[in-house]
């Protein structure tokens, strides 16, 4: 069977041969069907069979009973995706500490399978590594407790990704802002809520949905002016891309915020929405101009162009132009601008770095931050 899914997107990918282009997660056979879709099944089918697994001797101490077994699923896969927000935004302090030991015994390559696995993007018009997105929310104003007067607060800012495809930026709009419902826009219901209509939208990552057709969702059945994607899994993507090509009839601009953001916009949209009062909502979306998101390659120093093919690392998401990362991380097996670490093929070394980390955060030696890459 091929292995073109990724789990986390939830979709298949063609572009390359064993990591998603989308989020660097690595890529994994088509499941027949949905996780939950699945946990349910084992529920349903444990329910007629007197809710035990029969066939395991139970002098091996292996749960037998449906439930037990189940919530020990649960937890597992809570521990393994709970991850403190988004990956590129939670490096570990040694990454950033320059005085590190581990830093400073000895220049190591990049592993080899790691360099050939990090997928190659080719700059687009609208692509986010020349961009820069500010996201305001306005917020009503309210009473001061001291003197009765009325005041409005500060405005709310989030930075954001855009979308390779859409509207190319510059724009900006100013716009109310709502919830879309459900949260991820997968309902095949078209009966929508007349208060979002004209509105920015809101959408939370996933539900089986590509980024496109989330948008056109947002297009067709609220008549969006705008959509705000909130990233709700541990991996950043590295694009928003159209993999399905279905954004040719998609006037509305579309960005992508980093989960902490996500899960603040959320909770202020519903505190708004059950005090029926209104937020508006302005997005700009402007040329970078210095490599605070992106503008410049930091190892060439040259601004980035259309047509430039670039490398996006893993974890940390900075980006360079192809040939300045590997003339790097062939001798270094670090990020050149913040110096997290990568990969490489001494395995003693590596051993020696799991040790740290089991020590640090009382993590199982396998299981460390590098599956991502590997599987």
Request: overall charge neutral; charged content about 20%; aromatic content about 6%.
């Amino acid at each position: 069977m091929t292995s073109n899914w990724c789990e986390t997107c939830e979709e298949t990918c063609q572009d390359h041969p064993t990591v998603c282009t989308i989020c660097g997660d690595t890529l994994r056979s088509p499941p027949a069907s949905s996780s939950s879709q699945l946990l349910e099944e084992a529920v349903t089918f444990a329910s007629a069979t007197n809710n035990n697994v029969g066939g395991i001797p139970a002098n091996l101490g292996i749960p037998t009973n449906i439930s037990e077994i189940m919530q020990q699923v649960r937890q597992t896969t809570t521990t393994t995706t709970a991850v403190g927000g988004d990956m590129w935004e939670t490096p570990p302090p040694e990454a950033l500490d320059p005085n590190n030991a581990t830093h400073n015994n000895k220049s190591r390559p990049t592993s080899k399978e790691c360099i050939q696995r990090l997928p190659r993007l080719t700059i687009k018009p609208n692509s986010a590594v020349l961009h820069d997105v500010m996201i305001q929310i306005v917020l009503p104003p309210s009473i001061n407790k001291e003197d009765r007067t009325m005041k409005r607060p500060a405005p709310i800012s989030y930075n954001a990704m855009v979308a390779e495809f859409g509207p190319v930026p510059p724009y900006s709009i100013k716009s109310s802002i709502a919830l879309a419902n459900p949260i991820t826009g997968a309902a095949a219901s078209t009966s929508y809520d007349t208060t979002t209509k004209h509105s920015i939208l809101y959408m939370e990552r996933g539900g089986g949905l590509t980024f496109a057709t989330k948008a056109l969702h947002a297009q067709q059945h609220y008549n969006a002016k705008a959509l705000i994607i909130g990233n709700n899994v541990s991996v950043w993507p590295y694009i928003m891309r159209d993999s399905k090509n279905e954004s040719n009839k998609l006037s509305i601009p579309i960005v992508m915020i980093k989960r902490s953001d996500g899960n603040s916009l959320r909770r202020l949209l519903e505190t708004h929405k059950q005090s029926k009062s209104t937020l508006n909502c302005s997005i700009t979306a402007t040329k970078c101009n210095s490599n605070g998101g992106g503008g410049e390659c930091v190892v060439c120093r040259e601004h980035f162009d259309i047509g430039d093919v670039v490398i996006r690392l893993p974890f940390c998401s900075h980006v360079f132009h192809e040939s300045c990362a590997l003339m790097w991380l062939r001798n270094h097996n670090t990020c050149p601008y913040c110096r997290r670490e990568l990969p490489t093929e001494d395995e003693d070394y590596e051993m020696e770095r799991r040790r740290n980390a089991h020590g640090r955060e009382g993590e199982d030696l396998n299981s460390n931050p590098w599956d991502t890459l590997f599987g």
